[in-house]
C-alpha cells in the first residue's frame, strides 16, 4: 500500500466523521424548527389538551421538539398492539412538555415498548437502572438509557384527561431526566444557577409531609404513590406540577417554585 494512502486513510476517516456530526446537527436544528401538520397538531390536542394551554411562544418549541423526539425514537408494539401514528403524536407529545423549554434532552432513548393494558414483565423491583411504576400490575418502566414501556391504555388516558393527577407517560419521562446524571434518585440536572441547597430542602420538606400523610390514611394532593421512595416523589411531584399547578403552588409553594426552575416552566398561569 502506497504511504501516502496510509497517510490519507485517518484524514478521510476524520472528515467522514466530522460530515457526519455536521449533518446530524443540520437535521437536528431542521427538526426542531419544522411545524407539525395541521393534521398531526389536530392528533395531538385531541389527545393531549394539555398541550393547548402552552403559552404561544413555546407552541412551536414543542412541535419541534416532537418531530425530533419522533425522528429519534422507535415504537414497538408488544402482546398485539399495532402502533399508529396518533398513538406516537400521545406519547411524543406529552413526553416533550417536560424539556420543551430546557436544553436537557432525551438523549439514549431509541425505543419506546407499548403493551395493550397493564402488564407484568416478571421482573423483580431490583433490577439494576429499572424503575418501575406498579400498581395492581405494572403501567410503565423507565429504563437508564431506556427503553421506556408503558401501557397504552393508560398512556392514552393520562392525556386525555388532563387535570386528574395520573399520567404515565409524564411519569416515566421524569425518570428519565432524573437519570441523566447517571443515578435515579430524585436529584436530577438542575437549572444553572439553581442552588443544591434550596432544591433539597424543598423536596425533603414536601416528601417527609407527604409520606406521614400517606402513613396516616390522610388525602394527599401528590399522588400516595410518591411515598414509596424520593425518586418516586420526584417522578409523582412533576405529574402534579404539570396536572395540578395551582393546588401544587398553594400547598407546596417552595417545591413548585424548585419545579418551576428545574423546567423554566411556570403552568400556573397557563390557564
Known amino acids: 500500500m502506497s504511504p501516502w494512502l496510509i497517510l490519507a486513510i485517518p484524514l ?19 427538526l426542531l424548527a419544522s411545524p407539525l401538520s395541521p393534521k398531526q397538531r389536530h ?50 407529545a406529552q413526553a416533550c412538555l417536560l424539556i420543551v423549554n430546557s436544553p436537557l434532552w432525551y438523549d439514549t432513548i431509541r425505543n419506546v415498548l407499548l403493551y395493550p393494558a397493564v402488564f407484568d ?17 405494572t403501567l410503565g418502566e423507565s429504563w437508564e438509557r431506556g427503553p421506556v414501556v408503558l ?15 395520573e399520567n404515565v407517560v409524564i411519569h416515566e419521562f421524569a425518570h428519565q431526566l432524573d437519570s441523566l446524571t447517571g443515578d435515579t434518585n430524585g436529584i436530577p440536572i438542575l437549572r444553572k444557577g439553581q442552588a443544591y441547597d434550596g432544591w433539597e430542602a424543598a423536596m425533603l420538606d414536601a416528601y417527609d409531609a407527604h ?5 396516616r390514611g390522610e388525602p394527599t ?46 403552568p400556573a398561569k397557563w390557564s
Open 151 to 165: 401501557s397504552w391504555n393508560d398512556a392514552l388516558y393520562g392525556g386525555l384527561r388532563a387535570h386528574d393527577g
Open 221 to 266: 394532593l401528590i399522588d400516595p404513590y410518591g411515598a414509596t421512595n424520593h425518586q418516586e416523589f420526584f417522578a409523582e411531584g412533576i405529574v402534579t406540577f404539570f396536572e395540578r399547578p395551582h393546588a401544587l403552588q398553594t400547598h407546596e409553594p417552595a417545591l413548585y417554585a424548585q419545579f418551576s426552575q428545574l423546567l423554566a416552566l411556570d
Open 211 to 215: 409520606v406521614a400523610k400517606v402513613e
Open 43 to 92: 392528533v395531538v390536542e385531541q389527545l393531549v389538551p394539555l398541550v393547548t394551554l402552552l403559552p404561544k411562544d413555546l407552541r412551536a418549541a414543542h412541535e419541534g421538539k416532537i418531530n425530533l423526539f419522533l425522528d429519534q425514537v422507535t415504537f414497538r408494539g408488544k402482546n398485539g398492539v399495532e402502533v399508529t401514528e396518533a398513538m406516537e403524536l400521545s406519547i411524543a
Open 121 to 137: 414483565t416478571g421482573r423483580g423491583w431490583h433490577d439494576q437502572g429499572l424503575v418501575h411504576e406498579h400498581r395492581h400490575g
Open 12 to 30: 478521510l476517516i476524520a472528515a467522514a466523521l466530522v460530515y457526519r456530526h455536521l449533518a446530524k446537527r443540520r437535521n437536528r436544528a431542521r
